[in-house]
């Protein structure tokens, strides 16, 4: 039984898919098996991973998406361990050991990240102070924006569990959507190295394909706020965030003439804190 399953999601990513897999492949650390979920791809894909055949394992399905590749990968996964990257991104040769010998020195609820490297084109973008990687418990920056890769995760099978899987009916912001049911109970590690090369620039990324991404953050949202045991003053920060993205998105549909989706984002702000200021 290996330690660590790594699941790499890929859909018509035969061009940098192989960078990918050679990157785990060339990990310091070796105990892990690597599940790569083709996700209905219509190019290459199935000849490149041939490629690799003895030292990966191909989960084949209909194209769904990208949590239900992850949860597809997760179910056949065998580590105590999972680990993510994307097929676009790559990792450096000692990631999983510098997180593997974090998690034996704690063996407690481990969920990890690491620090990373943003690439556009060959080229090395600088990241803004709002983007600062952590750990510990943050959940109300997670509030804000992502702030953890899921190339750069390490988690326990059991922890992921309890906390849930990647949301299938989520089209974007489904990390967004898992960390903040992960930020909010639970303790993150991290290593504040860069083991990540994050690749930008594919025409196919779900930040250039998908409108107003703030949509499905705001879905996540209520879904944490459903939770009866949210700490109350998480529970307020959701709330102000909440009604944050929600001025931000209905300012977004006024601007395209979209008036009635405009006014529904405006009384769902309103109606999330005229019922938190009255349960008070």
């Known amino acids: 039984m290996p330690l660590v399953s790594v699941i790499i999601p890929a859909y018509n990513r035969a061009h940098v898919l192989g960078r990918a897999v050679r990157s785990v492949l060339s990990q310091t650390f070796g105990d892990f098996e690597l599940l790569v979920v083709d996700d209905g791809s219509t190019d290459s894909t199935r000849d490149l991973l041939s490629a690799f055949r003895g030292e990966l394992q191909v989960v ?26 994307d097929s676009d991104d790559e990792w450096f040769p000692e990631k999983l050991e510098r997180q593997i010998g974090l998690y034996c020195s704690t063996r407690r609820d481990f969920v990890c990240h690491t620090d990373e490297i943003w690439q556009c084109n060959d080229r090395l973008i600088s990241q803004k102070t709002i983007h600062r990687k952590q750990g510990g418990r943050f959940f109300e920056r997670a509030l804000e924006r992502c702030l953890i890769s899921p190339s750069s995760v390490v988690i326990c099978r059991d922890l992921l569990d309890r906390a849930g899987w990647f949301d299938e009916d989520l089209p974007a912001a489904e990390d967004y959507d898992l960390w903040l049911r992960i930020t909010a109970f639970y303790h993150v590690d991290f290593v504040p190295e860069p083991l990540v090369i994050k690749h930008g620039g ?79």
């Open 202 to 280: 594919e025409a196919d990324q779900v930040s250039r394909c998908v409108p107003a991404i703030d949509r499905f953050r705001i879905r996540a949202i209520e879904k944490i706020l459903g939770k009866n045991d949210l700490p109350e003053h998480y529970r307020n920060a959701a709330i102000a965030e909440l009604a944050k993205k929600c001025r931000i998105v209905a300012h977004g549909c006024r601007k395209r003439g979209k008036f009635s989706e405009a006014e529904r984002y405006w009384e769902l702000a309103r109606s999330y804190q005229e019922d938190h200021s009255g349960s008070r």
């Open 60 to 85: 084949s399905q209909e194209n769904r998406g990208v949590s239900a590749a992850r949860n597809a990968g997760i179910s056949r996964s065998k580590g105590r361990l999972i680990a993510f990257l």
